[in-house]
């Protein structure tokens, strides 16, 4: 049996089969950019899903052997089924699996349900963000500069109605006067999730090499932890907690 | 038109007339209880709803004109509608609406929804417990002691599978061994939340002064904030945000 | 006995004396400034205080009666008493007062030594800054528009070393690229502590009407809390929790 | 060169010294006995250090070769030079080494200074204590069960006049009614801080395979993180962030 983290990379996968302008930039579908940089970590083993694949791309034996999911969604989030999202949702919370929700995934229903939020924000153009390391000492930021520059990016801005985030990462600035909190970590249930605002279909930022590092130190932090014991709906306490 | 906090008390209502032993403490409902006590403030106007009224307890017209809903439920979660819980999860995110989840609402959509929690727990026989503030400066602690004895409520137990608070204001110690988060102030969207464990339909909590000065300072806490701007789905930017 | 909040505006008050292009803009220095729009408020009973006035402006019986100091420091944070500062504190963690640290006061005593930081950050030119309201519905931002632009203001960037705050409200938008998280309560001891960036000395901000309605809605929310017990150093307890 | 985490376990050392029924427990100091423990581990270098030594065991250059900073102390705090603690705070702030501060360590001036807080608490009787798992998906809970019990501590109890931790882990019962917040991990500057309470020199905690397990997951977790940049105090910002 294997060690290795085992990462799926769900993507909405249609604007790169529909608009020449992103097939351009993501001939195989940005999941497949994300797992090329992944792959290139031996501990990890990447799989790709896409929403028109067989049962929506996470069959149950798939997800059921998902360590951390990451999510691309924009145009079809009402798409996909309850009960998968409920799957997904319960998998998260029980501490068997990390999500990382990719930018317009802010109004997905996983990280919706799963973090509780509408998802709200305002955007705008694509233009010039600059993406600032606002934690050094954090697990995601490990290597990476006090910030960088993405020459193009979608408009995203605050206010952005998530919940405070048990650690908040990054903050970026965006050329038309907006900022974004652009990096939240969130512990749910047993589990873990991470959101990151860089990757419109339209801009190449999954080929920036600080994007591909936060993504690849954020599938490690977002993998299951070590837990020493089962977590179960609501167990009767017949004993004192000193007689065991 | 009024200025008072306009307070909905949402009770399941159903093991107060099946049970004589629950009836016996709260005869008309534990929601006309915390009703009688809320009843004394003058900057409230509280009225009650239970599941079996028409729509639930809360036709539109109530919900939207309600700053404060408290929820009691236990045995009948699952009857809730979903099409409700959506109502009362948008009206909080907007921020229209502070929501007070008391006791076995932890399992209820509402709460799970809004918060983002599968809201497991362990439970087991009432018993004593000690409630200890946590927070004295927070809002919903003024006038308590530093703790406060409570002869007999229904063991929660930790591990309690709910996210990090913004504020943990109340911990309980119980007899057999076990303690309890029991007092969670969440921000969510634009809305307010509060948890808070005392209210097993066995137990005459609603009748000790501290509990109910506890949740008349949660129901200040929770209502709607003066929000200077309407907060919208996901606006398009058209200017920058320096030209306005 | 007056129910009023007892404010003092403390200012290291030189550069108003030794260079004019800050004397044009608050002659009288700017804690004169902030007095003027915080005297308009009928709660508040506000007294100037300054580094070179008797007691480094903080006699005894003055601090002992300041519900909420408002702290304003740059050039001469050495210069200020250790044996003062170790009273500030004392006060702000009893609950007794609460602290309203302002622009250049991040490297001062007092906001160090409370909440727990070097204070470091990067700054530079004058420019342009938004202010952008990242939780609307704290009680600091009441009334606020989502975001308000002042023209000229001194850079302070990211990262900022600070500690997470209890409450994230403000974060600003600079011309040159930079962010910084402008607004930040901290809950510390029994009291509350809020820091807020704008304010150089070489820029109008203390004009600003929604500055002014920041440092308004501050000193209400740093204002001590009715708290219900008295607080007191490590006492040892005699008897069962349960008993009393 | 090792890569080695470099921990130092510091010891305020009396108590053993001078009570016979601490030596009996901890012959050679409860800091040999945590040494002895973590000396399991490979990954780990691990050097003695107490009061009494030269230097108040911390000379410089032992502490800029230090990744992990232990600290136990008790009744001696004040003797603890205030330059030694600055060196301390400062090392911290850069993220150049963790500190992990156990037991009485509350009131230590390491702490009390580096996380912000007065330390107080309320305190009694040795008895039994409940030691309950909050959040098993953090790294320093791995491989834990969900509680465990220590057969006799010192009464640590609420409440703590601690800032609220961005992780709180461990959650405590004592049989006479109490609760404490035993496990609290903080951020501050780049570094990290982890403060757990089990520990009194007349308790044999120190051998529970829990607790040791506690402290071995916390070293690993507080060491300093690949910080990509480095930290300075101040910077004066000449050129755009976005032309860099």
């Known amino acids: 049996m294997s060690n290795k983290i085992r990462v799926v990379v769900w993507n909405e996968f249609r604007h790169e089969k529909t608009k020449a302008h992103v097939k351009a930039i993501y001939p195989d579908g940005l999941h497949a950019t994300i797992k090329s940089f992944l792959d290139k970590n ?19 034996e798939l997800l059921e052997n998902t360590d951390v999911l990451i999510w691309w ?3 079809a989030h009402g798409e996909v089924k309850d009960e998968l999202v409920a ?16 930018h317009s995934a802010h109004m997905s229903k996983p990280f919706r349900n799963i973090v509780g939020t509408n998802g709200f924000l305002s955007w705008g153009r694509n233009q010039k963000e600059v993406v600032w390391n606002l934690l050094p000492q954090h697990p995601i ?5 006090d910030h960088f520059v993405l020459e193009t990016e979608e408009l995203y ?26 990096g939240l970590c ?34 490690r932090w977002a993998a299951p932890a070590n837990i020493g014991f089962e977590i179960v ?8 907690a000193t007689e065991e």
Chains 1, 2, 3, 4 share one sequence.
């Open 42 to 60: 031996d501990d990890m083993e990447v799989t790709l899903a896409a929403l028109d694949d067989p049962d929506q791309g996470l069959p149950d």
């Open 73 to 75: 969604g924009h145009a």
């Open 87 to 102: 799957k997904i949702q319960d998998r998260v919370y029980l501490g068997k699996m990390g999500l990382i929700a990719l």
């Open 141 to 145: 930021c490990a290597g990476l500069p």
């Open 157 to 182: 801005s605050e206010p952005f109605y998530v919940p405070q985030p048990d650690a908040l990462i990054f903050g970026s600035w965006f050329e038309d006067g907006y900022i974004f909190r652009s």
């Open 186 to 219: 969130y512990l749910r249930g047993a589990g873990k999730v991470f959101y990151f605002q860089p990757g419109h279909e339209e801009c190449p930022s999954y080929y920036n090499e600080y994007v591909q590092k936060i993504i690849t130190n954020g599938v």
């Open 233 to 240: 709906c609501c167990p009767q306490l017949k004993t004192k």
